[in-house]
Protein backbone atom coordinates (compact mmCIF):
# COMPACT_ATOMS: atom_id res chain seq x y z
CA UNK A 1 0.00 0.00 0.00
CA UNK A 2 1.33 3.56 -0.56
CA UNK A 3 0.86 6.05 2.17
CA UNK A 4 0.81 9.83 1.30
CA UNK A 5 1.73 12.73 3.55
CA UNK A 6 2.89 16.08 3.98
CA UNK A 7 6.68 16.83 3.98
CA UNK A 8 9.93 14.79 3.34
CA UNK A 9 11.19 11.60 5.15
CA UNK A 10 12.40 12.14 8.48
CA UNK A 11 9.15 14.34 9.37
CA UNK A 12 6.54 13.09 12.33
CA UNK A 13 3.73 12.43 9.73
CA UNK A 14 6.51 9.41 8.71
CA UNK A 15 6.59 8.31 12.19
CA UNK A 16 2.59 8.22 12.08
CA UNK A 17 2.42 6.71 8.83
CA UNK A 18 4.41 3.49 10.25
CA UNK A 19 2.35 3.15 12.99
CA UNK A 20 -0.66 3.11 10.97
CA UNK A 21 1.01 0.68 8.78
CA UNK A 22 1.10 -1.66 11.91
CA UNK A 23 3.76 -3.98 10.86
CA UNK A 24 2.53 -4.39 6.98
CA UNK A 25 4.61 -3.66 3.43
CA UNK A 26 3.96 -0.10 2.67
CA UNK A 27 5.43 2.67 0.46
CA UNK A 28 5.45 6.26 1.65
CA UNK A 29 5.00 9.14 -0.69
CA UNK A 30 5.89 13.02 0.60
CA UNK A 31 4.33 16.01 -1.36
CA UNK A 32 5.19 19.24 -1.07
CA UNK A 33 1.53 20.88 0.13
CA UNK A 34 -1.21 19.06 1.71
CA UNK A 35 -3.46 20.79 -1.05
CA UNK A 36 -1.17 18.35 -3.02
CA UNK A 37 -1.51 15.59 -0.76
CA UNK A 38 -5.11 15.65 -1.04
CA UNK A 39 -5.40 15.68 -4.85
CA UNK A 40 -3.11 12.78 -4.96
CA UNK A 41 -5.73 10.96 -3.10
CA UNK A 42 -8.50 11.66 -5.11
CA UNK A 43 -6.24 10.65 -8.18
CA UNK A 44 -5.69 7.29 -6.72
CA UNK A 45 -2.17 8.09 -6.52
CA UNK A 46 -1.85 6.88 -2.92
CA UNK A 47 -4.41 4.41 -1.01
CA UNK A 48 -4.35 6.70 2.22
CA UNK A 49 -2.95 9.99 3.36
CA UNK A 50 -1.79 11.16 6.63
CA UNK A 51 -3.59 14.94 7.78
CA UNK A 52 -2.27 16.34 11.27
CA UNK A 53 -5.36 17.75 12.45
CA UNK A 54 -4.78 18.94 16.08
CA UNK A 55 -1.61 19.42 18.63
CA UNK A 56 -2.00 19.42 22.69
CA UNK A 57 0.06 22.70 22.27
CA UNK A 58 -0.81 24.76 19.36
CA UNK A 59 -4.55 23.52 19.00
CA UNK A 60 -6.23 22.83 15.77
CA UNK A 61 -4.18 22.50 12.65
CA UNK A 62 -6.88 24.88 10.30
CA UNK A 63 -4.21 24.06 7.21
CA UNK A 64 -5.58 20.97 7.05
CA UNK A 65 -8.57 21.05 8.96
CA UNK A 66 -10.47 23.69 6.36
CA UNK A 67 -9.48 21.19 3.19
CA UNK A 68 -11.80 18.35 4.86
CA UNK A 69 -15.04 20.40 4.80
CA UNK A 70 -16.43 19.17 1.35
CA UNK A 71 -14.07 16.57 0.49
CA UNK A 72 -15.78 13.05 -0.17
CA UNK A 73 -13.30 11.09 1.66
CA UNK A 74 -13.34 9.22 4.54
CA UNK A 75 -11.39 9.06 7.89
CA UNK A 76 -10.67 5.64 8.84
CA UNK A 77 -7.91 5.67 12.31
CA UNK A 78 -6.56 8.22 14.47
CA UNK A 79 -3.29 7.80 15.56
CA UNK A 80 -1.60 9.97 18.02
CA UNK A 81 2.47 11.14 17.25
CA UNK A 82 4.30 12.43 20.54
CA UNK A 83 6.42 14.92 19.52
CA UNK A 84 9.98 15.43 20.68
CA UNK A 85 11.51 18.59 19.25
CA UNK A 86 15.24 19.39 19.23
CA UNK A 87 17.32 21.65 17.80
CA UNK A 88 19.51 20.57 15.35
CA UNK A 89 23.21 21.60 13.27
CA UNK A 90 25.21 21.08 10.51
CA UNK A 91 28.02 20.35 13.27
CA UNK A 92 28.18 20.99 17.00
CA UNK A 93 28.27 24.68 17.39
CA UNK A 94 27.58 26.52 21.07
CA UNK A 95 24.34 28.34 21.26
CA UNK A 96 25.74 31.70 20.58
CA UNK A 97 27.32 30.87 17.18
CA UNK A 98 23.51 30.26 16.36
CA UNK A 99 21.72 33.43 14.04
CA UNK A 100 18.79 31.59 12.51
CA UNK A 101 16.29 28.80 13.47
CA UNK A 102 14.09 27.18 10.83
CA UNK A 103 11.23 25.26 11.17
CA UNK A 104 6.89 24.13 10.17
CA UNK A 105 5.04 26.94 11.56
CA UNK A 106 3.76 24.57 13.57
CA UNK A 107 6.75 23.24 15.70
CA UNK A 108 8.07 27.52 16.16
CA UNK A 109 4.95 27.36 17.98
CA UNK A 110 5.28 24.61 20.23
CA UNK A 111 9.14 25.80 21.32
CA UNK A 112 7.82 29.47 21.60
CA UNK A 113 9.33 29.74 25.03
CA UNK A 114 12.50 28.26 24.87
CA UNK A 115 13.48 30.25 21.04
CA UNK A 116 12.14 33.50 22.79
CA UNK A 117 15.38 32.87 25.69
CA UNK A 118 17.38 33.97 22.80
CA UNK A 119 16.46 37.29 21.05
CA UNK A 120 19.26 36.99 18.62
CA UNK A 121 18.09 34.15 17.25
CA UNK A 122 15.87 34.64 13.77
CA UNK A 123 13.08 32.35 13.72
CA UNK A 124 12.19 31.36 10.47
CA UNK A 125 9.52 29.32 8.94
CA UNK A 126 9.95 26.31 6.77
CA UNK A 127 7.52 23.93 4.76
CA UNK A 128 8.24 21.00 7.31
CA UNK A 129 10.26 19.75 10.06
CA UNK A 130 12.78 17.46 8.10
CA UNK A 131 12.77 19.66 5.21
CA UNK A 132 14.56 22.13 7.44
CA UNK A 133 16.68 19.64 8.61
CA UNK A 134 17.62 18.72 4.62
CA UNK A 135 17.92 22.66 4.10
CA UNK A 136 20.24 23.05 7.05
CA UNK A 137 22.68 19.90 5.67
CA UNK A 138 22.86 21.46 2.39
CA UNK A 139 23.75 24.96 3.60
CA UNK A 140 27.35 26.32 3.61
CA UNK A 141 26.41 28.59 6.33
CA UNK A 142 27.02 26.56 9.41
CA UNK A 143 25.43 29.47 12.02
CA UNK A 144 21.57 28.02 10.93
CA UNK A 145 19.38 25.55 12.86
CA UNK A 146 16.39 23.22 12.41
CA UNK A 147 13.76 22.00 15.22
CA UNK A 148 12.82 18.73 13.90
CA UNK A 149 12.46 15.37 16.10
CA UNK A 150 15.81 13.81 16.83
CA UNK A 151 14.99 10.93 14.03
CA UNK A 152 15.65 13.48 11.25
CA UNK A 153 18.67 14.50 12.85
CA UNK A 154 20.20 10.48 12.74
CA UNK A 155 18.39 10.36 9.13
CA UNK A 156 20.41 13.21 7.85
CA UNK A 157 23.74 12.46 10.04
CA UNK A 158 23.23 15.98 11.73
CA UNK A 159 24.16 17.34 15.04
CA UNK A 160 21.52 17.56 17.76
CA UNK A 161 22.34 20.67 19.76
CA UNK A 162 19.65 20.41 22.52
CA UNK A 163 16.89 18.14 22.97
CA UNK A 164 13.48 18.08 24.46
CA UNK A 165 12.68 21.94 23.67
CA UNK A 166 9.07 22.22 23.09
CA UNK A 167 7.03 24.23 25.55
CA UNK A 168 5.38 21.60 26.37
CA UNK A 169 6.73 17.85 27.24
CA UNK A 170 3.57 16.08 26.52
CA UNK A 171 3.70 17.31 23.24
CA UNK A 172 1.39 15.10 20.85
CA UNK A 173 0.24 15.54 17.53
CA UNK A 174 -3.48 13.72 16.39
CA UNK A 175 -3.41 12.25 12.93
CA UNK A 176 -6.33 11.33 10.33
CA UNK A 177 -6.03 8.84 8.18
CA UNK A 178 -8.19 8.82 5.10
CA UNK A 179 -8.98 6.93 2.23
CA UNK A 180 -10.96 7.26 -1.02
CA UNK A 181 -15.13 6.11 -0.25
CA UNK A 182 -15.44 2.54 -1.33
CA UNK A 183 -18.02 1.44 1.08
CA UNK A 184 -16.63 -0.68 3.11
CA UNK A 185 -14.35 0.51 6.57
CA UNK A 186 -13.43 -1.18 9.48
CA UNK A 187 -16.01 -2.81 11.71
CA UNK A 188 -15.17 -1.50 15.19
CA UNK A 189 -15.92 2.20 15.11
CA UNK A 190 -16.18 4.41 18.46
CA UNK A 191 -15.55 7.48 17.53
CA UNK A 192 -16.80 9.66 14.54
CA UNK A 193 -15.80 12.92 13.10
CA UNK A 194 -18.08 15.52 11.05
CA UNK A 195 -18.27 18.70 9.51
CA UNK A 196 -21.74 20.52 9.95
CA UNK A 197 -22.73 23.88 8.55
CA UNK A 198 -26.34 25.32 10.37
CA UNK A 199 -28.29 28.28 9.24
CA UNK A 200 -27.09 31.69 10.48
CA UNK A 201 -29.34 32.28 13.37
CA UNK A 202 -29.75 33.30 17.03
CA UNK A 203 -29.18 29.31 18.89
CA UNK A 204 -29.05 27.36 16.17
CA UNK A 205 -25.62 26.62 18.04
CA UNK A 206 -27.44 25.42 20.90
CA UNK A 207 -30.25 23.91 18.64
CA UNK A 208 -27.42 21.41 17.30
CA UNK A 209 -25.75 20.71 20.87
CA UNK A 210 -29.29 19.98 21.98
CA UNK A 211 -30.18 17.43 19.47
CA UNK A 212 -27.19 15.59 20.25
CA UNK A 213 -27.62 15.73 23.78
CA UNK A 214 -31.21 14.51 23.94
CA UNK A 215 -29.75 11.14 21.35
CA UNK A 216 -26.75 10.81 24.12
CA UNK A 217 -24.25 11.96 21.92
CA UNK A 218 -21.17 12.75 23.79
CA UNK A 219 -19.15 15.56 21.88
CA UNK A 220 -15.25 15.70 22.71
CA UNK A 221 -14.10 18.12 20.39
CA UNK A 222 -16.08 20.91 19.24
CA UNK A 223 -14.71 24.05 16.42
CA UNK A 224 -15.76 26.64 14.25
CA UNK A 225 -14.32 27.56 11.44
CA UNK A 226 -15.05 30.70 8.75
CA UNK A 227 -17.38 29.74 5.69
CA UNK A 228 -15.57 31.48 2.76
CA UNK A 229 -18.22 32.21 0.62
CA UNK A 230 -20.28 33.41 3.74
CA UNK A 231 -18.86 36.32 5.63
CA UNK A 232 -18.73 35.87 9.74
CA UNK A 233 -20.94 32.61 9.38
CA UNK A 234 -18.89 29.77 10.62
CA UNK A 235 -18.85 25.46 10.39
CA UNK A 236 -17.95 23.30 13.20
CA UNK A 237 -16.09 20.25 13.29
CA UNK A 238 -17.45 18.12 15.72
CA UNK A 239 -16.01 14.72 17.24
CA UNK A 240 -18.43 12.53 19.06
CA UNK A 241 -18.40 9.04 21.37
CA UNK A 242 -20.17 6.84 19.27
CA UNK A 243 -19.73 4.87 15.91
CA UNK A 244 -21.97 6.27 12.61
CA UNK A 245 -23.20 2.72 12.96
CA UNK A 246 -25.15 3.45 16.04
CA UNK A 247 -29.27 4.17 16.00
CA UNK A 248 -28.35 7.75 18.54
CA UNK A 249 -25.80 9.08 16.21
CA UNK A 250 -27.75 8.31 13.46
CA UNK A 251 -31.19 9.84 14.78
CA UNK A 252 -29.31 13.11 15.85
CA UNK A 253 -27.65 13.37 12.04
CA UNK A 254 -31.19 12.36 10.67
CA UNK A 255 -32.53 15.38 12.81
CA UNK A 256 -29.93 17.68 12.02
CA UNK A 257 -30.27 17.10 8.42
CA UNK A 258 -33.96 17.69 8.36
CA UNK A 259 -33.73 21.06 9.76
CA UNK A 260 -31.60 22.13 6.60
CA UNK A 261 -28.08 21.70 8.01
CA UNK A 262 -24.76 20.89 5.79
CA UNK A 263 -23.55 17.55 7.20
CA UNK A 264 -20.03 15.77 6.06
CA UNK A 265 -19.65 12.78 8.25
CA UNK A 266 -16.08 12.54 7.62
CA UNK A 267 -15.72 9.10 9.04
CA UNK A 268 -15.74 6.79 11.67
CA UNK A 269 -13.30 5.18 13.47
CA UNK A 270 -11.38 3.63 16.40
CA UNK A 271 -10.23 5.90 19.06
CA UNK A 272 -6.46 6.12 18.51
CA UNK A 273 -4.03 5.19 21.92
CA UNK A 274 -2.27 8.65 23.58
CA UNK A 275 1.25 7.85 23.81
CA UNK A 276 2.64 7.27 27.56
CA UNK A 277 4.63 9.92 28.79
CA UNK A 278 7.31 8.19 30.94
CA UNK A 279 10.53 9.76 32.26
CA UNK A 280 9.25 13.22 31.00
CA UNK A 281 12.72 15.64 30.65
CA UNK A 282 11.17 19.25 31.28
CA UNK A 283 13.37 21.53 29.69
Not at 26 to 42: D, I, N, P, S
Not at 187 to 212: A, Q, R, V
Not at 247 to 257: E, M, Q, R, Y
Request: contains cysteine; proline residues 4%.
Amino acid sequence: MIIGYQGVEGSYSTVACKSFADGKDYEAKGYLTFKLLVEALQERQVDYIALPVENSTSGPITRTIDLMKYLDMEAISEVYVKIDHALITKHPIEMPEIRKVYSHPEALEQCYTYLSQYPNIEVLEYPDTAGAVRMVKDSSDTGIAAIAGSHAAELYGMSVIRENISDNPLNTTRFLFFKNKNGSSPEFKDKTSLYIETDHSTGSLNELLSIFKENDVNLVYLMSRPIQNKPFSYGFFIDVEKGIQEAGLGKALDKITGKGAYVNILGSYEQGSIPAYGGIVEN
